[in-house]
């Protein structure tokens, strides 16, 4: 018996049955993803216990040795797996990461080019709600009301015409590659920084999937737990001659002390992405993203730009004359879990949206491969297809149960595995 369920049934019971959930059921939310036992080992480990404010070498509390070794080692692996200058580990999460990126790069009012909210931007990026719209000018940029893709040449007369100080690239829910070479032309052209949020396809970026935005970017953010598979939170690299200013942003300027348990598994989650293996699972999300928008293409959905080049696919729920909302509810009765997410131009609220969104790293994480996304896509479209049949919901809900229970979970049902 655990400790935490001796001392404390309560929230073990809770524990214990979302561990249930997550076995249970096919996990498509495009930004999640199942750290390794590792990971989970060393995030919930004695570092919770200490204070670590300031870098290694320069604390403000004694007591730091292990502290300046983790930390300096998680630096090294990300600058070695990402092929950066500079490395900070310590924002808590990415939406931590870009505040202390504009803070370093920006003062309040200064304009800053972000893709908007509902076109697949993140809420940092210039949502009005948001920290990053009420500080500073956000001047949203859109994709292509044809393609849904990203037109470099409007994007590059708007940043001629406005002249933002920074221009952030990378998306929470654009299912096509980036070109960071050609934001970062358009960057130098108009005397702005080119920031990339790298954050939902890092991985893909880490194993050579995807092209990187280092090489084109003055400061790059990205969460650790998405495609990269690690600890809840973030990272900053940067050029050399923006390490300063970035390091102070994080702290003292927006955060206190570092999270050591989440910097360890950070380190661990580094050093897993530098294995070989990883470059053949980020492969394999990107394969079996591709199959699985083929078999919602087959069954008759369409899908936002027509396809996939990452992890992700924006299903266009118009296609099957259902809102996103009332997508992820049938699909959640089913056990097919996934978010409501607007499409571009959508005609319904933020809150109930035209699509679904969808990604492959969780269950490129459990073994499947382009015959269970097949498998998966049909059962999608079955369900979407009849939302309220409860009938429907009741054998497909069965069906994925018993499907999903075959295919270990890392850190979960496969404790030595990655
Ligand atoms: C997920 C995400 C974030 C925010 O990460 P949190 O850890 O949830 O704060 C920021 N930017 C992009 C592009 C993201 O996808």
């Known amino acids: 018996m655990s400790a935490l369920s001796q001392r404390d049934p309560d929230v073990a019971g809770i ?4 561990r249930t959930r997550q076995v249970e059921c096919l996990e498509l939310i495009a930004s999640e993803n199942y750290a390794s036992a590792a990971v989970l080992e060393a995030t919930g480990s004695v570092f919770t216990n200490k204070y670590a404010e300031g870098y290694s070498g320069k604390r403000y509390y004694a007591g730091n040795q292990q502290s300046d070794r983790v930390e300096t080692l998680a630096i090294d692996r990300a600058l070695q797996l990402f092929k950066a200058d500079h490395a900070n580990v310590q924002p808590t999460s990415g939406a931590e990461a870009n505040m202390a990126a504009y803070f370093a790069m920006v003062q309040p009012g200064d304009t800053i080019m972000g893709l908007s ?4 931007g993140h809420l940092t990026h210039g949502s009005p709600v948001n920290f990053s719209g009420r500080l500073y000018n956000f001047v949203p940029y859109t994709v292509d009301r044809e393609s849904e893709t990203l037109d470099m040449a409007a994007i590059r007369v708007m940043a001629l015409e ?4 920074v221009i952030v690239a990378g998306y929470t829910a654009y299912p096509r590659a980036i070109d960071f070479a050609a934001f970062g032309e358009i960057a130098k052209e108009c005397g702005a920084v080119l920031m990339a949020d790298m954050s939902h396809i890092a991985g893909l970026v880490a194993a050579g999937e995807h092209q990187s935005p280092v090489p084109y970017a003055g400061v790059v953010t990205t969460t650790t737990h998405k495609s990269l598979r690690g600890p809840r939170g973030a990272l900053i690299l940067s050029t050399g001659d923006m390490a300063e200013a970035i390091d102070k942003a994080v702290f003292p300027g927006t955060q206190g002390g570092p999270h050591m348990h989440t910097i ?4 661990v989650a580094f050093g897993e992405a530098l294995k070989p293996e990883f470059k053949d699972y980020a492969h394999q999300i990107v394969v079996n993203a591709a199959a699985l928008a083929e078999g919602l293409l087959e069954g008759g959905l369409r899908l936002v730009s027509g396809g996939t080049d990452n992890h992700l696919i924006l299903v266009d729920c118009n296609s099957v004359g259902i809102s996103g909302l009332k997508a992820q509810n049938a699909l959640q009765g089913s056990g097919i879990i996934t978010n409501k997410n607007t499409i571009p131009n959508d005609q319904r609220s933020p809150f109930v949206t035209s699509g679904l969104r969808l990604g492959t790293p969780a269950l490129t994480s459990r073994g499947m ?7 998966t896509a049909a059962w999608i479209c079955r369900v979407l297809k009849d939302p309220d049949g409860d009938g429907v919901r009741e054998t497909v809900r069965q069906e994925v149960g018993e499907f999903a229970r075959m295919y270990p979970v890392p850190g979960i049902t496969d404790a030595v595995g990655v």
Not at 117 to 120: N, P, R, T, Y
Not at 264 to 267: E, I, L, S, W
Request: net charge positive; no cysteine; hydrophobic share 25%.
């Open 264 to 267: 360890a598994g950070k380190a």
């Open 162 to 165: 406005t002249k933002p100080k």
């Open 15 to 18: 524990i214990e049955a979302e």
């Open 117 to 120: 909210l509902d076109q697949g």
């Open 369 to 375: 491969r382009p015959d269970e996304m097949k498998r």
